[in-house]
């Protein structure tokens, strides 16, 4: 299947990293190569821009889309970009760009197994490569199954879909997505089947577990943030309340300076703001882009500044 791929939100994510001619900069989810055929665009001869992926096919497609420009391309989670970096001889960025979340693409292939539309071997793995959705689904012990459907999914019906599936699983292995999607069906109100389909927060959350979502992203989000050149600046889209929570805090961490009591005559505790918003409120995508991209309608944009220290 050829890689496709919609980038949401992307002018306003590149034009947010105010891009110089001569400046380093890393798309740190290449996916199709859409954000960063534009930041390429803005680059002068001097300018550098470093493409991460951690799926194969997106570098693949990538280097496709970027033909006749120059950028490096690395096949890793963004959480290791600390490391490529130094491999590459490179100490700062200017700025990045994180589009978070699962592609187009990989919804979109059946056989990757991440989507609940189609009936295709559970896999979710973005790299490929390590622990499946098959092996979460038929070797979790059900208090683990349950934890992760709360935690990653805020599914309520947590513990009567992972009975389910341990129940099921008791039989025969379950094997595919739409076998999945079936079990979530059986174990949750009736009134919850009539209203929507009830299986995206289980497949979030057994993706997020798969590919080690979260964490990815907290780390990276420190790493980005410390390579960060003053006046640098880090532009990050959301797809869902998880995510964009642990974006939004650390935001507002970095850019909150003295955390005194407010009856404190003078600062004492000598915290000053690293960084600025310059998003205040999330930009979102107008009604032509959901139009568009329906996909793009749970996506927020939020953009930082760091300060000189």
């Not at 790299?127 to 199954?145: Q, R, T, W």
Request: hydrophobic content about 35%.
């Amino acid at each position: 299947m050829e890689f496709s791929h919609k980038s949401v939100l992307l002018m306003p994510a590149v034009d947010g990293l105010n891009v110089k001619e001569d400046g380093i900069y890393a798309d740190c989810t290449a996916g199709g190569g859409g954000h960063s055929l534009e930041i390429a665009k803005k680059l002068g001869k001097n300018g550098k821009l470093i493409c991460f992926d951690r799926d194969k096919e997106a570098i693949e497609a990538a280097k496709k889309r970027l033909e006749g420009y120059s950028p490096i391309f690395v096949n890793r989670n963004f959480c290791e970009i600390k490391e490529a970096l130094c491999e590459l001889g490179t100490d700062h960025l200017d700025g990045a760009l994180m589009d978070l979340g699962v592609s187009s693409h990989q919804l979109d292939d059946p056989e990757r197994g991440f989507s609940f539309h189609n009936d295709a071997p559970l896999d979710m793995r973005m790299s490929g490569e390590g622990m499946s959705a098959y092996d979460v689904v038929n070797e979790y012990p059900e208090e683990k199954l349950v934890g992760i459907l709360f935690k990653y999914g805020e599914e309520k019906f947590a513990r009567g879909i992972a009975h389910g599936i341990v129940t099921a699983r008791e039989n025969e292995p379950v094997k595919t997505t739409g076998e999945l999607a079936e079990i979530i069906k059986r174990n949750v109100p009736l009134k919850v089947r009539k209203e929507k389909n009830p299986c995206r927060k289980t497949f979030q959350a057994i993706r997020i577990e798969v590919n080690g979502e979260l964490d990815a992203l907290d780390k990276a989000l420190d790493d980005i943030f410390g390579l960060l050149a003053p006046g640098g600046r880090l532009s990050v889209i959301t797809f869902h309340s998880l995510e964009d929570r642990i974006v939004k805090q650390r935001f507002s961490e970095w850019c909150t300076g003295c955390t005194c009591p407010k009856d404190f005559p003078v600062c004492v505790c000598g915290k000053k703001p690293r960084a600025f918003h310059i998003t205040r409120k999330p930009i979102t995508a107008d009604e032509e882009e959901i139009a568009e991209n329906p996909r793009s309608r749970s996506a927020k944009l939020r953009i930082i500044e760091k300060l000189p220290q």
